[in-house]
């Protein structure tokens, strides 16, 4: 706890030198002396690093954005009346974005802050003088952060201002946004070296691991195309044999288990104290109700398209979808809800419920089903319906709508993957973004498959573009 805490201290002082630059991408290094002479220690570097660890809590925020774009622009969710500036929020969901969103704005903050932190821990910890071993490790694990946010962000805005060094503000005028192509480039480059440098076991609970840099690597390659890659590497984490499908479905969503078996890349919480960088998501995807003694966020509220998505007979969908709720007194109330991260046994704090979940950002399930997605091999994909108990696609009983393994492996996706942001990144990798959403409603349009560059950062710096459309 004193780690976490000091963390946060760390974190505070990086954003008060944030808070007094007039950067459009607020990059500009720490100058003061006493954080000059922090990055010395190896106790230095590991506050920072928890500092940079932190920052997954922003990022896959139930409410940040890759939320936002995994799941509210796609079919499986929808809103209830959540607090906050109502109009931009709805904007994800219907397609109406614009250029002067207030959370899109937030989101590119959020990620630039985030990358700013990693950038300094890699340039300092180059001359610091410290163990290889540690070094190496250090390095690894950041890069990987990086290579996370950069992937998130290139998939969200396309073309992004591509930051690898901590810049000053006079700099950073001139970084201008890097074509897509570049920005993977990076990304590969520094995961293939990140996977180099880490061990196939977490230093800490929750940090990346040589397996956690392939599942990521993996799926970049095949965002960009690169099936042949793509293959290579996600074949590797499978031959690891470091991971493996728990047997049943439900128990990786007992707030018991945690770091499991089929666990690739998690972000650690630790419920039970306000003072604890507690769960948000049982909170931010209940309906919006105090009939408990909380507020309810009413964030992923699931659609009946996703309830009928899933088979008769599978499991998965009352272990990923809770149907009501009752109050103190008794009373039920019907609602459809992601149940994944539920923690009834949580307290409430000050109408907050201070859950104990973890979030997964990779799991071998994933790591499955693209490699069937990707070799057209139905035998990847077949594990994970086994697991579920459901006939095996090539059987008699298999549904007859998913008649090719492109069609299996995107329904089975999306109800293996439900509400674990991924729904959007998918359909665009496999370019099905367009004719599914708009058979459902949805005024997609290739123009509207990125979003908007905030008006806030093209008043900083005009010589930013912006994407078609906007």
Not at 118 to 134: F, G, M, P, V
Not at 370 to 388: H, I, M, P, Q, W
Not at 396 to 421: D, I, K, M, W
Request: charged fraction near 20%; charge should be neutral; include cysteine.
């Amino acid at each position: 706890m004193k780690k976490y805490i000091k963390s946060i201290a760390l974190a505070a002082l990086i954003a008060t030198t944030w808070s007094c630059k007039d950067s459009f991408l607020e990059l500009a290094p720490v100058s003061n002396p006493s954080a000059e002479n922090f990055y010395k220690t190896k106790t230095d570097f590991d506050l920072a690093s928890n500092a940079a660890y932190n920052t997954l809590y922003t990022v896959y925020h139930p409410q940040g954005p890759v939320s936002y774009a995994g799941e509210l622009m796609a079919d499986n969710v929808t809103i209830f009346n959540i607090s906050g500036n109502q109009a931009d929020k709805w904007q994800f969901r219907d397609y109406t974005l614009a250029p002067a969103n207030t959370m899109v704005y937030q989101f590119w903050q959020d990620f630039y802050k985030s990358i700013y932190n990693i950038n300094i821990i890699l340039e300092k910890i180059e001359t610091a003088e410290l163990d290889q071993a540690y070094k190496a490790q250090t390095k690894g694990e950041m890069l990987f952060l990086r290579s996370l946010y950069y992937f998130q962000m290139v998939q969200i805005w396309g073309d992004v201002p591509l930051v690898t060094k901590p810049v000053t503000a006079a700099e950073a005028y001139n970084i201008l946004r890097s074509p897509a192509t570049e920005v993977y480039a990076q990304i590969i480059k520094d995961l293939s070296d990140a996977k180099s440098k880490l061990g196939v076991t977490p230093a800490i609970a929750g940090r990346a691991t040589k397996g956690a840099a392939q599942a990521l690597l993996g799926k970049v390659y095949l965002a960009t195309g690169d099936k042949t890659n793509g293959v290579k590497e996600l074949k590797e984490v499978v031959d690891s044999k470091q991971y493996d499908l728990l047997p049943s479905f439900a128990a990786l969503w007992d707030v018991k288990n945690k770091n499991t078996k089929e666990s690739i890349f998690e972000i650690q919480y630790l419920g039970g104290s306000a003072t604890n960088p507690y769960s948000n998501y049982y909170l931010e995807f209940f309906p919006n109700s105090n009939a408990l003694g909380f507020y309810g966020a009413g964030m992923n509220q699931v659609v009946e398209d996703l309830w009928n998505e899933y088979e008769k007979g599978d499991g998965r969908r009352e272990a990923s979808i809770d149907t009501g709720y009752s109050d103190a007194k008794g009373n039920f109330t019907k609602a459809k809800f992601p149940k994944k991260w539920t923690d009834k046994s949580a307290p409430l704090i000050n109408q907050n419920i201070a859950a104990n979940n973890n979030f997964i950002v990779l799991r071998y399930a994933d790591v499955l089903l693209l490699l069937s997605e990707a070799t057209g091999d139905a035998t990847y994909l077949n594990l994970v319906r086994k697991r579920a108990g459901l006939s095996l696609y090539g059987e008699s009983g298999y549904p007859a709508q998913y008649n090719t393994v492109a069609l299996a492996v995107e329904h089975e996706r999306r109800v293996e993957l439900a509400f674990e942001f991924q729904r959007w990144f998918d359909l665009k990798r496999t370019n099905r973004v367009i004719p599914v959403l708009t058979a459902k409603g949805k005024p997609v349009t290739q123009n509207k498959l990125v979003l908007p560059i905030p008006n806030i950062v093209r008043d900083q710096n005009a010589k930013i573009t912006q994407n078609a459309g906007y």
